[in-house]
Structure formats: C-alpha cells, structure tokens
C-alpha cells in the first residue's frame, strides 16, 4: 500500500490494489493506464495538496510500482539489487524527474542479464524517464573515485528491493572505503557549484531561471545535504541542526525555500507534460495560473516572479552562510587569536568582518557601520558566517527601516560619501538585504521582475548594478574602459549625488504612475531627511526625474538635427547636469541587459554629449550649434585626406559641388573621403556604386549606395538587408543637386556583430545590386516569430512628432519587433507613395521603437489626410 506517512494530506486513490498480480505477466497497457490515471490524480492533487507530502507519494507510488514489476519479471530469484539513487534515493519525485537507478550485479549472470534488459525495456515502453546504471559493489566504488557525481549519487543510495544482503554489504563497504574524504569531497562540491553558478553569470536574477541549477536554486540546498551527509556519514538533512551547524529555525526556513522552489517545479513539469526546470518566458503565465497567481498574464507573471526572487535570495544567503561554516569545521577552523580588532564590535579574521561578540547588532546601527568599516578597510572581501547569522536574526527582529534612525544615517550618508563605499560594502549591503532593511522604497524593489526582453534583471538587481558600474568609473582595476566618464567622475566634487541618483532612478518602478516623477520626489525626500543640502538634493532629484533623457533623445532622436541638440541643451541647463547625466546614462544602460551596450550606441551618447557641451560652453545668452563651423571643419579635413591620397583638388571641388551642405554636416571627414574616392574613380556604367565597410569606427557596418534617384529605395534595399539578417540601425537619405542620391545605412548582425567576412560582404553587394538592377525582385520574409517572442504582445502605435521642418514629417512608431519589420513597413510606405528621408531603429526588448523622417512623392510634409492615412495602414497591417 501506498505509505500513510506519505499521504497525510492527500485524497488518496488506493492506485496499489489495481496492478496486475505478482504472478501474472505484466501488462503494459494496464501500466500505462494505471500512470495515466495517476497523473490525472496528481495534478488534481497539486491544488491543494501539501507539495512534501506529494512529491513524497510520487516516490512512493514508483517504488510500489518498480518492487512489483521486480517481481513479474521473476528478478527475485537473482543475486541483483535494484537501489534508488539520485533524486528518487532522496524520495522525492517530481512529474518530470528522471527515475535514477542502481542495479548491484556481482555475479553477472546471464539469467540475471536477461531479465534486467526486459525488466528495463518493459520502463521504456511505458515512457517513463529511466536513468540506470548495472554495477558491481567493486565498479561502483572505482566509478565513485573517478566521478563526484557517481559519488554523490552513492551517498543517497536507497534499498529498493532484490537481494539485501548484496545492498548491506554495498552500504557497509560505502561507510568504510568511500573513495573521497570530508576535505575533498567539500571542495568539489564547492567547485562544482562555483561553475553552475558561471553559467548563469553568478546572480539569482536571471529572468527565464534554472529552478534547479541556477544559484539560489534546488542544487544549492542539495549541496547543502550532500556535503553534510558525507562529514557526518548521516542520511538525514536534520543533522545539520543535531551537530549545530544550523539552527532550527534556519532548518525550517530552508525546507520552505525548498518546499515553495519544490511546488513551482512541480508546477512547471504539469504545464510543459515533461521534464523542464527552465522557467521559459512560454511556461511563465500558465505557471502563474497553477500556483494560484490569477489569470492576469503581465501582472500574474510578475506576481510569482517576485516571491521567486525573494525565495532563491534567502537560499544564496544561506548557502553562502552554510557552506562556509563547513569550510572552517572541514578545512580547518580560523585562528580566531589573529584577528585584527577594528573597534569593540567588529574584528577583521582572515580577510571577514567578524563580529566580536553575540549582541553587535542590539544597537541596530551597526547593521550599517559594518558596511562602513567593509569600506573603510578594503582587505575585507566578505562577511565571516558566524557575523552572517547574527545579522540575519537581527534583520528579522526590526519593526521599522534602518533609514528611521538618526545614527543609521549618519553612517549611511559618511559610506555613501567614502571613496569605496559603493564597491564591495555596497554589494554586501544588497547581498545581504540590508539596503531592503534600510529604505523602505527598496524593499518594494527587491524581486521587481517587468515581464519583457528588455529588462535582464529585476528592478533591486538592476539599481545594484547601475551603481557598480558607477563605481567602476573611479576604480583603477577598471581605469580605460569609460575615459569620459572617468574624466568626469574625477571632476566631481559632489560624486555622492551620482551615487544616489543611481539608488533612487527606479525606486519608484511597480507603485504605477510615472516611476520617473515619483522617483524625483523620493530622492529629494531622502536628501532633506539625510541633512543634505537643497542644491544636492534638486540635483539628484533632477537626475532621477531626466535619466531616461539622454539615452531616449540619442537613441531614438535625430541628433544631427541642430534643433533636437538645442532642445536637448535647453533641458541640461548646465554642464554639471549634463555631465552628471550621462555618466548615467552609460551605467544604466549597461546595467539593464548584458547584450544592450555596443560601440555604436557609445558613440551615439558621446556626440550627443560633445555637441551639447558645446553649446553649453558658449558664453551667449541664447547659444546656438555652430553648423557651418562644422561643415567646414569636415570638409578641410575631408580634403586633407583625399590630397594626401593623390586626388585633384579641382577635382574634388567639382564633386562637392554635386552636394548639399545637410551631407557634409552629417558626415565625418572619413566618411567624405571614402565615398569621394570612390565617386571620382566612378563611370556611369558602374552605378549603384555600393560601398560596405567601418569608416565610421562605431564598431558597426557602414553600407554607403550612390545611384541615380529612383523611388523607394529604401524599400528595395531594406528587404535584402532583411534578407541577409542584418539589422538597419540607422539611414539616411540624401540626394544631390543633379538627380542622384547618396544613401547611408548604418548596420549589424542579429548577433550584435559588424559584417566583416569578405564573403559575406560581397554575397550582400551581389543581391543588392540584382535587386536595384531588376534582374531579383525584393525578397519577401516569411520567417516566425521566435519561441520568446511569442510571449509578447505590444499594440502597434504611430505617433507625429512636431517638426520646424515644413517639407518633412516625422512619426515613432511602436510595436512588436518581428523578422522583416523594417521591410514591411518600407513596403507600406511605398504603396502610399511615400519616400523615407531617414530612419532610426530601436529595439528595446520585444518592442520596436522607431522614428521615421518622410515626405510625400512631392518633397513636402505629409498633410493631415496622407498622416491619417499612413497611420491606419500601419496599424492595420501590422497588428492583423
């Protein structure tokens, strides 16, 4: 029968009374009903039922169902062992866990043979997810001393059934000739770990996570157990509070970290039918709907996510904690007698911060002098396990936030104005949730997921790395990797307002309304509370407010447009703010998506910067971008180049005439030498002149096209490049004075990488030039959309921005990112006969976010009719 411990909880079924009998051959579609109406049960069960007690039955139901399948196969009458290792060794079965097993075989008879390859295949058919191993005692030892996992697997070896006295002698053998020791077994185990958790960039914040493997998940408590089960030869995890490792109540609090982590894996093997502990943007909503989170899709998802997050935090910690505890019993306890006493409380032992007595944290201001004496002293690399605990249990027992105290924020303020206070003491703070014990704007950030591809981290992991990042502007381990921002930050003579910009520019993200504006006025908040003056607190409060800004207005704005720069200007006001800002700018972009930052939107940043630090240089009261200054400087340096090359300067001058003054503006000297040189050298025969190359050094892929003018080109070379998987970044269209046009496409790969293999190069200037030749029609994409992208839904928008221009229209246009959108919508364009002058693509996760400068067939702005027009046919076509 089924075990009643097991099914205390539990509606049970008595499953046991309807398999076939022991004498009678087994049936495999009887088996396969029986699991099929057990799998009903189970899930029906999952509602309510406590998850140990389920995943507890689970094992027990395999064994019942293994033992009696032993015995119809008649593999009681050999000298073989069937052992339950693995998960299944642990009693514990989820829906889709592989059914580990050990089959101990001394004799290797070909009886036994015979019966074990039927027995086995019987599983099979049945569909069940079998892994097994056929050892002798002798092999599995040999095995074990070769292989950590072999020997990880011994320890939770589990009597199934089949000859005992073969399992008794494998158990006394596994006690006395384990082939690792506490110490090394420790220290695989920690290496072991340490790669898993590099596979996931060592953080719990990963946004489609491993519920078993990435840090914070089941592996790290099982590590826990494995390496306790080997020092104290034990198979019980409560040894680790009966040998005072633990206390009960962290006992309990990892068996719930376990038992929630145990339910939302048992959840998603219900909803994907199979074994699978990714938790995959696709599995996500229907997951949210089995744990009881509503059927709200977004907000659901975010729900579960939250407590997730929350639930592999307390994990890491008390893994961390943990396993340092057996690093001092198992590798040597530290000599406590060379500690360095720092103050009364608190000594440095081996590189920790230790506590030097029990009731440090009874004066709760010394949750933050901790981290202060971390910054102060940079030879401490860590927090000693013991100091852990007793700043864990003084964490529970607070009933307001840290920030509440005068004495706390003294402390808090002199850290964040240390030179390393936001270096390791900062991360330390997170790690250990003292910043969420601190500021109560931050506790309501910690597990803050956005269901999107645009956000790689939640809301509390993303702040932490912003201001790791703005750390590393003035940290010589990282000096030339940001040389303006490092010139700027050493500048600074208020750097702390940067750092708590940082801390406060996505406070406010979750609580609704716009996190920007209610983030400015909990900065300025704290400024005033932490008896900072009205200048710094305005100045972080702007910060906070304006941190989207820059990277919007260079991203997604034409910031070769003169008047964009003067709008962009006219909000700075002055350098300290501009130069605050994009300091930033460049952190926080590099902070939301390990993929987001490459050269080009670097540059994009750095002109947008150059150009409006110019303007606020200039001594006028109403400063204006000197255009025709810089028209000539490109020029003369264009020249320059194109004479030490060899070119005529008649020559030359004859060409530029051909030019509009807007080209010479928008281009770099380099930029005008390279398609100079190559127009001068150009016959008539020899149009479109296709040119693809890095002039621009922006670490991206310039494709340079000089043709006669014909309609909609951008549509035709829009598709190929489609075609070839290369993303537009930017274009811009420009014609000449006499009939030709001279069109710039700023590209990249899908993976982020400039088109440099010559092949390659010259595979995507053959289809250009079939398609503007008419020997190739435009390819079309029919590509899906990826697994990912399936997830999401945006609502295509289309909104006119205002423009000084009178001949040109401007539109942004929002919507789901999808193979060939560029493509289609140039096709859109050129059904209504309008030209594209010039075109800005951004993607921010899944969503598409892309600025458009067009004119009608007749060179003048869209009218109100043609704009409506537009609108309706982009929206239709690209939402149905």
């Excluded at 990435?214 to 020092?231: C, E």
């Excluded at 014609?735 to 010559?758: H, S, Y």
């Excluded at 030209?835 to 899944?846: D, N």
Aim: overall charge negative; glycine content about 4%; some cysteine.
């Amino acid at each position: 029968m089924i075990d009643p411990v097991a099914s205390e909880h539990l509606a049970c079924e008595d499953f046991y009374s309807q398999w076939p009998a022991a004498d009678a051959a087994p049936s495999r579609e009887a088996y396969q009903q029986l699991l099929e109406r057990y799998r009903q049960w189970s899930e029906q069960q999952f509602i309510t039922a406590d998850i140990d007690a389920l995943v507890h039955h689970r094992s027990t139901f395999f064994d019942q169902l293994l033992q009696r399948l032993w015995q119809q196969f008649q593999l009681n009458e050999e000298t073989v062992s069937l052992v339950a290792v693995g998960g299944f060794g642990r009693q514990t079965l989820h829906p889709g866990s592989d059914i580990d097993l050990l089959i101990l075989d001394d004799t290797q008879s070909a009886s036994a043979a015979s019966k074990l390859t039927a027995f086995l295949t019987f599983l099979w058919d049945l569909h069940l997810d079998i892994g097994h191993a056929v050892r002798s005692v002798a092999d599995c030892f040999v095995q074990a001393a070769d292989d950590i996992t072999v020997a990880t697997n011994l320890i939770e070896a589990r009597y199934l059934c089949g000859n005992e006295t073969l399992f008794q002698r494998f158990q006394q053998q596994l006690v006395s000739e384990f082939p690792w020791s506490s110490r090394d077994f420790y220290q695989a185990k920690l290496e072991e770990q340490e790669q898993r958790h590099q596979q996931y960039h060592g953080t719990s914040y990963n946004l489609e996570p491993n519920i078993k493997s990435s840090p914070g998940g089941l592996r790290d408590i099982q590590t826990i157990g494995w390496i306790a089960k080997r020092h104290f030869q034990t198979h019980s995890d409560e040894s680790l509070v009966e040998y005072g490792y633990m206390t009960a109540d962290e006992f309990v609090e990892l068996r719930d970290c376990m038992n929630w982590l145990w339910r939302i894996r048992f959840a998603l093997h219900l909803e994907v039918g199979k074994r699978e502990d990714r938790l995959l943007f696709d599995f996500q909503p229907g997951v949210a709907v089995r744990l009881g989170y509503g059927n709200e899709g977004k907000q659901s998802v975010e729900l579960m996510m939250k407590d997730y997050f929350k639930v592999v935090l307390r994990v890491s910690e008390l893994n961390q904690m943990l396993l340092q505890f057996f690093q001092q019993a198992i590798l040597g306890a530290q000599d406590l007698m060379d500690s360095t006493h720092l103050d009364a409380d608190f000594a440095v032992t081996g590189h920790m911060l230790s506590a030097r007595h029990d009731q440090v944290f009874a004066n709760r201001s010394n949750l933050i002098k901790a981290f202060l004496l971390i910054a102060q002293h940079p030879e401490i690399n860590g927090i000693q396990s013991h100091t852990i605990r007793l700043l864990r249990n003084a964490r529970a027992q607070l009933h307001e936030p840290l920030s509440y105290d005068a004495d706390c924020r003294k402390l808090f303020c002199q850290l964040i104005e240390h030179p390393n206070g936001c270096g390791r003491a900062f991360a330390l703070m997170h790690h250990h949730s003292v910043m969420a014990s601190y500021l109560p704007q931050w506790q309501q950030i910690v597990g803050q997921m956005q269901f999107d591809l645009f956000h790689a981290y939640t809301v509390d992991e993303h702040t932490y790395r912003l201001v790791r990042n703005l750390y590393r502007y003035s940290d010589a381990a990282y000096a030339g990797n940001f040389p303006l921002c490092e010139q700027l930050v050493k500048q600074m003579k208020r750097r702390y307002c940067l750092y708590l910009a940082g801390i406060f520019h996505d406070i406010a993200k979750g609580r609704g309304g716009d996190h920007s504006e209610l983030g400015a006025m909990d900065a300025r908040n704290f400024c005033h509370q932490h008896g900072y003056s009205d200048d710094d607190a305005e100045l972080v409060a702007w910060l906070v407010e304006h941190h989207l800004t820059m990277s919007v207005t260079a991203q997604k704005r034409d910031i070769h447009d003169p008047d964009v720069v003067q709008n962009f200007a006219n909000k700075m006001q002055t350098k300290e703010r501009l130069d605050f800002l994009y300091c930033l700018t460049v952190a926080d972009i590099r902070a939301t998506n390990r993929s987001l930052w490459n050269n080009w939107k670097a540059t994009l940043l750095e002109e947008l910067y150059n150009a409006t630090r110019y303007l606020l240089e200039q001594n006028s009261s109403s400063p204006t971008l000197d255009v025709r200054k810089k028209i000539q400087q490109n020029k003369a340096n264009a020249m320059a180049l194109l004479l030490s090359a060899g070119f005529n300067e008649n020559d030359i001058q004859s060409l530029w005439g051909r030019f509009t003054a807007d080209y010479f503006f928008r281009h770099t000297a380099e930029q005008i030498s390279w398609h100079s040189q190559h127009i001068l050298k150009l016959s008539a025969e020899q149009l479109p002149l296709i040119l693809i190359g890095d002039e621009n050094n922006y670490g991206t892929t310039e494709l340079f096209i000089y043709h006669h003018e014909q309609s909609h080109l951008f549509a035709s070379v829009a598709g190929v490049l489609d075609a070839q998987q290369l993303s537009i970044l930017d274009a811009q269209i420009l014609a000449t004075r006499d009939g030709f046009v001279m069109d710039t496409f700023v590209l990249l790969q899908r993976d982020g990488k400039p088109l440099t293999d010559p092949q390659r190069i010259e595979e995507v200037k053959q289809q250009l030039l079939d398609v503007l030749h008419r020997r190739q029609s435009v390819p079309e994409n029919h590509r899906p959309l990826s697994r990912r992208m399936k997830n999401f839904e945006v609502k295509t928008r289309v909104k006119f921005l205002p423009s000084k221009h009178q001949r040109r229209t401007t539109f942004e246009l929002t919507t789901l990112d999808r193979p060939g959108l560029v493509a289609k919508l140039a096709a859109i364009l050129q059904r209504l006969n309008v030209s594209v002058l010039a075109a800005k693509i951004t993607t921010i996760g899944e969503q598409a976010e892309d600025l458009f400068i067009v004119a009608s067939a007749d060179n003048e702005a869209l009218s109100e009719q043609q704009r409506e027009q537009l609108k309706q046919q982009i929206v239709t076509e690209l939402d149905y």
